[in-house]
């Protein structure tokens, strides 16, 4: 049995940041001309710089790491989509063949139910689990980590179970993935955005700690939205609407991963790769679904495809090495990076959608 947040709380929770649609005149280069054929051949000429990268024996691409060679498969996938091809589908389904026979047991993600929050104990962990956090319940919550004594319960996995969970709901019309989906929604709402309508990090669910407020990350945003875009289709609840949009319009002008021009800054990172690097990525795919399912919301339509043409031109005109992309976005080019590489990649192929014709 879910309880669903009283609207009123929704309604004071996001007083503090209520939504701005306007594309902010400050931006740099927030539209292009290119025709549709060019954004296509743009996306596939930077998939096709990456391919070279790929180990088909397990399914990863060299120089980064495993759920980064995911986010490779799912732009190539998104791609076709967007596209109308067929040009990477074998590639796709055979990468994910590979790595799912490799990797049998992805899935042992705990978590937390409602029984569980009320117990104070959860069948994958070796501790006792907080059943309420500052004031909220922890139902919802995943664990980052399948290890038995590891605490951690983030929003990105929480996020993608979000995601997953609508995804499925919508596809089998299943309640039970309607209400995990709604569950972990709730978790974050009630627990991880703050008072800027940024999605915070991760909360101890033995003890209750959060990360620091500083660690405000663009993928944790990101993935939220892509699953409250799902997740408002699939209810037909408008409180989930608001929400998105809220949080869409707050994000795309956030200070805190971009300056007055627009572009994002965060993860460039010439030289090494890390996780952060890939972040934006994620960000970028989160508000492509959001404007996918925001056909009655044009002003929020034009804010990100705005948004994501500022990140296209400056990929193209301040970080470009022939068909290869720093994943310093406001530049200056380098050489080829698999980091980088992948970066760029939902850009270009989110291109090929929010832009007409
Ligand atoms: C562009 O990439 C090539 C390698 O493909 C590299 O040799 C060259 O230095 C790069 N140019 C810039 C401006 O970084």
Redesign the pocket.
């Not at 080019?333 to 080829?336: K, S």
């Given at each position: 049995m879910f309880r669903f947040v009283p609207f009123v709380f929704l309604s004071h929770s996001l007083a503090a940041f209520a939504q701005d649609l306007g594309v902010p005149l400050t931006w740099r280069e927030f539209s292009n001309s290119r025709l549709l054929a060019e954004r296509i051949s743009i996306a596939e000429d930077a998939i096709n710089t990456i391919l070279p990268q790929l180990d088909t024996s397990d399914a990863q691409f060299n120089g980064i790491g495993y759920w980064q060679s995911g986010n490779v498969f799912s732009a190539m996938a998104n791609f076709d989509h967007l596209a109308g091809t067929t040009v990477y589908e074998t590639q796709v389904v055979d990468g994910l063949s590979t790595a799912f026979d490799l990797y049998s047991n992805f899935d042992q993600y705990g978590v937390i139910t409602t029984a569980d929050a009320s117990s104070g104990t959860q069948p994958n962990k070796d501790f006792a689990i907080a059943g309420t956090c500052f004031g909220e319940s922890m139902a919802g919550g995943v664990f980052w980590r399948p290890t038995v004594d590891d605490t951690g319960i983030n929003s990105i996995t929480t996020g993608l179970f979000t995601t997953l969970s609508a995804f499925l709901a919508e596809t089998t019309g299943d309640a039970t993935y309607t209400n995990a989906a709604i569950l972990s929604a709730q978790w974050i709402q009630n627990l991880q955005i703050n008072t800027d309508g940024i999605v915070l990090d991760t909360v101890d669910g033995a003890d209750c700690t959060r990360s620091p407020a500083s660690w405000l990350f663009t993928y944790n945003t990101g993935k939220y939205l892509e699953g409250l875009s799902v997740l408002k289709d699939v209810t037909g609840n408008s409180a989930w609407t608001t929400l998105m949009t809220d949080i869409a319009a707050a994000a795309i002008k956030s200070s805190v991963w971009e300056g007055s021009n627009g572009i994002i800054t965060e993860g460039a990172s010439p030289t090494a790769n890390n996780d952060g690097v890939g972040f934006k990525a994620i960000f970028i795919r989160g508000l492509d679904e959001v404007s996918v399912r925001s056909s009655d919301n044009s002003a929020l339509q034009i804010l990100i495809h705005s948004y994501n043409d500022v990140q296209y031109n400056a990929l193209l005109e301040l970080a470009a090495?022939g068909t290869s992309y720093s994943s310093s976005w406001p530049g200056p080019?380098?050489?080829?990076t698999t980091w980088g590489q992948l970066a760029a990649l939902d850009v270009m192929v989110t291109a090929i959608n929010t832009n007409s014709p």
């Open positions: 090495n080019p380098q050489a080829f």
